[in-house]
């Protein structure tokens, strides 16, 4: 199976960045299509982006040009560049892993925009 741990998170001003990692304990291959999501306080959690194994990226309109998901299979890693955060981004930020009917899903790490 796959573990996901996510790492990178913490508090930033509005408009700073941040860039969050998450590493699988097993590899992920080409096989997985890899995705962010985040939920806040009160809130459903919602897709943020996802790549699939042949690279191809999905961004949600909230962070469209904002928000950045790559991935490096030989690291087994998946990265979300955030720019302009605005404090509506602030919530814990999950990694995911999909195949075909598997799913995993790291624990989160929490991203807070304030000043």
């Known amino acids: 199976q796959v573990q996901l741990v996510e790492s990178g998170g913490g508090l930033v001003q509005p408009g700073g960045s941040l860039r969050l990692s998450c590493a699988a304990s097993g590899s992920i291959s080409n096989m997985y299509t890899m995705g962010w999501y985040r939920q806040a306080p009160g809130n459903q959690r919602e897709l943020v982006a996802t790549?699939?194994?042949?690279?191809?990226?999905n961004t949600a309109d909230s962070v469209w040009g904002r928000f950045t998901i790559s991935r490096d299979n030989a690291k087994n890693t998946v990265y979300l560049q955030m720019n302009s955060l605005k404090p509506e981004d602030t919530a814990v930020y999950f990694c995911s892993a999909h195949r075909g009917r598997l799913d995993y899903w790291g624990q989160g790490t929490q991203v807070t925009v304030s000043s």
């Open positions: 790549i699939t194994s042949g690279g191809s990226t």
